[in-house]
């Protein structure tokens, strides 16, 4: 069973900057994908960004240039650094994991990942 512990949310201002963190456990390693994904009230859940065992990474057209997917094997923690943000990005954001390195968000949706964490709020104030 795969756990995924987020942190990292909080408030900011238009154009300020957070970086989410992710601790996760009971992964295979290097057979994995895992992402950030979001879900604002009464909107669908979307794919923020997306890494695999590796290394290639993945990024909404919304966000590329501005967010920036990492992590550390060595913590097993998974990070989003986001910039610039936005005030429509206020969201709840999900790390996630599925098996397979199959990964790019052209492809693959939310409904492909197994296993979640509990979320972590963003608000960005105009």
């Known amino acids: 069973q795969v756990q995924l512990v987020e942190s990292g949310g909080g408030s900011v201002q238009s154009g300020g900057s957070l970086r989410l963190s992710c601790v996760v456990s009971g992964y295979t390693a290097s057979n994995y994908c895992m992402g950030w994904f979001r879900q604002a009230p009464g909107k669908q859940r979307e794919g923020v960004a997306t890494?695999?065992?590796?290394?290639?990474?993945s990024y909404a057209a919304s966000v590329r240039g501005r967010f920036a997917i990492s992590e550390d094997n060595a913590e097993d923690t998974l990070y989003l650094q986001m910039n610039s943000l936005k005030p429509e990005e206020t969201a709840t954001y999900y790390c996630?994991?599925?098996?397979?390195?199959?990964?790019?968000?052209?492809?693959?949706?939310?409904?492909?990942?197994?296993?979640w964490g509990q979320g972590t709020q963003v608000t960005v104030s105009s």
């Open positions: 890494i695999n065992g590796p290394g290639s990474t």
């Open positions: 996630a994991y599925k098996n397979g390195t199959y990964c790019s968000l052209i492809y693959v949706g939310y409904y492909s990942f197994t296993d």
